[in-house]
């Protein structure tokens, strides 16, 4: 049943799903996918969000590493074209729009448009992943600056992250799974000390949540060990060894079943 939203039909809508508990969604968010007419959707967003309106037009554009549904222009078309024939689309992603979701780009399209678009913003996935692992970003004692970067970007040898990752400072990779051996020998070759700690938060906030910690220099081989999948976000820093992972995890695992 669709509900009245303050956007008008001929809109889009750029809301962010979180990292992928439903739980996690904004009230602004939940109430944007009951009022849409069609959904445009990535990969990363849970089966459960969805099905929060299993009777609204649904379309996929999911993305992988090596494979890519739509090219990002067609999306930016088909965002236009379906607010310009009346329709309030929402174009739902994993986490947050403007954090490695390439909502700046679909904002733009829209604007040059001249098609009424607005953000819904949605909690990151390293915030959610991070914060279910009970490892904080920042941290008084270790800790006071954070930097978010992506691992699957090209010339990733050329990217200046100098700076960005070592004492007092946390960074904190997306997209960095398929390349975590050359992150760590490119953080290594920059100064960072091979014994920084690191964490591997793996789905975060869903029922398969996993939060691997290791050390820097051991990042690509334990990766490949532990056949650490997408999506998953790397944090660098000492707020690594900080957090309680393998226990907060195993914590919220035995409260689910309680619940149950």
């Not at 329709?87 to 604007?111: N, Q, S, T, W």
């Amino acid at each position: 049943m669709k509900t009245d939203f303050p956007s008008p039909a001929g809109s889009v809508l750029l809301v962010g799903a979180g990292p992928g508990d439903p739980d996690l969604l904004t009230v602004a968010a939940r109430d944007a996918i009951l009022a849409a007419d069609l959904i445009v959707h990535d990969g990363l967003v849970d089966q459960r969000i969805l099905a929060l309106a299993p009777a609204t037009s649904q379309i996929s554009v999911a993305k992988s590493r090596s494979r890519h549904t739509m090219r990002q222009e067609a999306i930016n078309d088909l965002l236009v074209a379906e607010a310009k024939r009346g329709k309030l689309v929402v174009r739902l992603k994993g986490g947050d729009p403007f954090i490695f979701g390439r909502g700046g780009e679909e904002a733009e399209a829209c604007l040059a448009a001249d098609v009424a678009v607005r953000v819904i913003p949605g909690i990151s996935a390293a915030m959610g992943a991070a914060a279910g692992a009970l490892i904080p970003l920042t941290h008084r004692a270790v800790s006071s600056a954070v930097t978010f970067v992506a691992g699957q970007c090209q010339g990733l040898s050329e990217q200046n992250w100098s700076g960005l990752a070592g004492k007092g400072r946390t960074l904190v990779i997306y997209m960095g799974v398929a390349t975590a051996e050359l992150i760590a020998e490119k953080l290594i070759a920059e100064g960072v000390s091979p014994d920084m700690p690191v964490a591997v938060l793996e789905n975060g906030t869903r029922p398969n949540a996993r939060a691997l910690q290791t050390l820097l220099a051991d990042l690509g081989a334990m990766i490949a060990r532990k056949c650490v999948q997408s999506p998953a976000v790397i944090v660098v820093g000492e707020v690594a060894a900080r957090g309680m992972a393998a226990d907060a995890l195993q914590s919220l695992a035995l409260a689910a079943e309680a619940i149950a």
